[in-house]
């Protein structure tokens, strides 16, 4: 094989080919596995490993876990901007209807207060009271529940943002469990990333071809790694422009239909990312968690205290001060104190239960999937685009190196294995151009 640039006349070619068709027919496909393969590389690239594998400073990190702060506060902005408002999230609850939702747990929870309210006044007096006392009791305290709870929703939607942070919630679920991130980040284009995969083969081909006539005409070690490094850099780039290029559908040479594959699936991708968001992000479980461990949770704790001594006063009402009188003002306040310490030291389990009713009231998937239908084409591409934006870069340079290494591999094959043709005539000189390898 020649090190030097130069054009092959047609019987070289021909001598060459007759040697070598078989190498000659596999650049093509040589080519196609390199633009599916660099694509499947480069997209794992992006999300994998979850932590940093290597020795030293040399290895690798996923993109998204390695950034998964930056990656999931950009997301969940958008997605609070856009789409989820605690506001209005917080307005479908009805104070009510939660209250009846935690009935069971309520009745338990308000038995073990009563008991240990009638303790502290006298050992012995909850059980030597009779049933009918007991019952009363117990139906002033479900009596009063509603109302306190109406009214802490009642201040907490006047300054949500001082009780609950959506976005410190949200990120710092994302950061804690990157696997989360990671199935939001590829659910966010499933079907359209294989899109991406399989172009890879299409555009190999058909850069592949052109590969062919190239080696045929010049057969320099330069052309191998440069087609490489062109498939997988001309393929990724193409491809990423395809999920989102047209916005609108267009037709090519006049009867190709095509559309932006994220656009035109849009329907789909919805539904996807509105049960990712619902079940991994969103959903009750981390919402109540994250609100009584939040930056909020100190405001929220103080707020129910601050209801529950109201409601003890609401009861005692003008009697207040026959009551301090009689049991005396500093076992009163440690009377008060030691209620609302009940009442907080239950409010994480008791909660639990509400969260059914929660994921009924709040129904996230729904409502997600509505305000993202009512978006326009503009609106929906600024919730994903971000997302892939940062990466787009990246997964083009790995393509386009791994493509480049491939084509590398190719050149050492065709040297080990290709067969030098017999002679032939040969142009003249002057008609050479000559570079050196």
């Known amino acids: 094989m020649t090190t030097v640039l130069a054009i092959q006349t047609w ?70 901007q856009n789409l989820l408002k605690p506001e209005e999230l917080l307005e479908r609850v009805d104070a009510k209807e939660a209250v009846n939702a935690l009935r069971e747990p309520l009745t338990q929870v308000v038995d073990e207060i009563s008991r240990d309210i009638a303790e502290q006044i006298r050992p012995g007096l909850w059980d030597s009271l009779p049933d009918a006392a007991r019952n009363a009791i117990q139906a002033r305290i479900h009596d009063q529940t509603p109302k306190v709870v109406e009214k802490m929703l009642n201040e907490m ?50 850069i592949g071809l052109v590969q062919v006539v190239a080696w045929a005409l010049f057969q320099n070690p330069w052309i191998m790694p440069a087609f490489g490094f062109g498939v997988g850099f001309i393929s990724d780039y193409i491809a990423l422009n395809m999920l989102f290029r047209p916005v609108h559908p267009k037709k090519y040479l ?127 591409e600024s919730i994903l685009r971000p997302v892939f934006k940062d990466d787009e870069p990246t997964m083009i340079a790995v393509g386009a190196v791994l493509g480049g290494i491939v084509g590398e591999i190719q050149v050492q094959v065709i040297e080990h294995f290709g067969h030098e043709p017999e002679s032939v005539n040969a142009l003249p000189d002057l008609v050479r151009t000559v570079l050196h390898h």
Request: aromatic share 10%.
């Open 254 to 380: 006049g009867f190709i239909p095509f559309q932006g594959l994220l656009h035109a699936q849009r329907d789909i991708i919805t539904k996807d990312y509105a049960r990712i968001l619902a079940e991994d992000l969103f959903s009750p479980e981390i919402l109540f968690d994250g609100v009584l461990r939040g930056p909020g949770a100190d405001k929220l704790f103080s707020l129910v205290g601050k209801e529950v001594e109201a409601a003890i006063d609401a009861q005692t009402g003008i009697a207040t001060p026959l009551v301090k009188f009689a049991v005396g003002t500093q076992r009163y306040n440690a009377f008060k104190d030691n209620l609302v310490q009940m009442v907080l030291e239950r409010l994480p389990t008791t909660l639990v239960d509400a969260q059914d009713y929660a994921m009924g009231a709040l129904d996230l998937e729904k409502t997600i999937i509505d305000k993202m239908g009512q978006l326009t084409n503009e609106e929906y």
């Open 157 to 206: 939607r006047a300054d949500l943002n001082r009780f609950v942070d959506i976005q410190y919630l949200a990120v710092t679920t994302l950061v804690r469990n990157k696997d989360k991130l990671n199935k939001l980040m590829r659910g966010l284009g499933d079907n359209a990333m294989a899109f991406v995969r399989r172009s890879g083969i299409y555009f190999g081909l058909g």
């Open 11 to 80: 019987q070289e070619i021909k001598a060459d080919f007759s040697v070598n068709w078989l190498i000659y027919l596999s650049m093509p496909f040589v080519a196609a596995f390199v633009g599916w393969s660099t694509k499947i590389v480069a997209l794992e690239m992006i999300y994998r490993p979850m932590e940093f594998k290597g020795i030293g400073p040399f290895g690798w990190q996923g993109i998204v876990p390695r950034r998964a702060g930056k990656v999931g506060s950009k997301t969940i902005e958008l997605l609070t």
